[in-house]
């Protein structure tokens, strides 16, 4: 039932980026009942819970990628090379 909740915040946060403009102007509340309209009905607390917290935090990725860009995949290779082996 996890990766369906998953499946489910990501879908969300598609929409969010796809809509950025429109959910400019929506407020958190408009966000939240969006977000419980999706879940199933048998969700609990801590599925809500666990939905807003990774709503948040990839609100405030690509917040941050916006503000100070990204990096290429080849880059993070370049970085990651010397802590992964092959």
């Given amino acids: 039932m996890l990766s369906h909740f998953r499946q489910e915040s990501l879908d969300v946060i598609v929409n969010i980026k796809n809509n950025n403009a429109r959910l400019a102007m929506n ?3 408009e966000e939240v009942k969006t977000l419980l309209e999706r879940l199933p009905d048998d969700c609990t ?3 809500i819970q666990y939905h807003l917290y990774v709503l ?3 609100k405030k990725g690509i917040a ?3 503000k100070e860009g990204t ?3 080849e880059e993070v ?3 990651l090379s010397k ?3 092959e």
Avoid: L, N, Y
Wanted: charged fraction near 50%.
């Fill in 27 to 29: 407020t958190v509340k």
């Fill in 45 to 47: 607390i801590e599925d």
């Fill in 56 to 58: 948040e935090k990839i």
């Fill in 64 to 66: 941050r990628a916006e």
């Fill in 71 to 73: 990096i290429s995949h």
């Fill in 77 to 79: 290779k370049k970085r």
């Fill in 83 to 85: 802590w992964i082996t």
